[in-house]
Nanobody, 123 residues
Framework: VQLQASGGGLVQSGGSLRLSCAVSGITFRMYSMAWFRQAPGKEREFVLSISQSGDRTDYADSAKGRFTVSRDNAKNTVYLQMNSLKPEDTAVYSC?????????????????WGQGTLVTVSS
């Protein structure tokens, strides 16, 4: 199983980035997907998740109104659109997959993980 996150980089405060996570080795449409992030010196935290079909989503308070998750089951890819970025959004963003519902914000509930992509937001 491979989850390959990409799209990170350096962006100014207020800017936007779109992350992608390409998945292989599992039947993608049967897995919920999530994005987590880990800032330096902090624990990994839930950002948002999306159900197998994409009809249900869950967002952390920090992501509501600024971030959007979507998926393309034909391309085995999940996306994270981040707008109005703030310096406190600086972190390594990782995608994760679990078989079943998406409403699980704990990292331990997610089975497969990608290596992460670094997002740095400058002030």
């Amino acid at each position: 199983v491979q989850l390959q996150a990409s799209g990170g980089g350096l962006v100014q405060s207020g800017g936007s980035l779109r992350l992608s996570c390409a998945v292989s080795g599992i039947t993608f449409r049967m897995y919920s997907m999530a994005w987590f992030r880990q800032a330096p010196g902090k624990e990994r935290e839930f950002v948002l998740s999306i159900s197998q079909s994409g009809d249900r989503t869950d967002y952390a308070d920090s992501a509501k109104g600024r971030f959007t998750v979507s998926r393309d089951n034909a391309k085995n890819t999940v996306y994270l659109q981040m707008n109005s970025l703030k310096p406190e959004d600086t972190a390594v963003y990782s995608c994760a997959a679990r078989y079943g519902p998406q409403t699980f914000p704990l990292p331990s509930d997610w089975y497969y993980w990608g290596q992460g992509t670094l997002v740095t937001v400058s002030s």
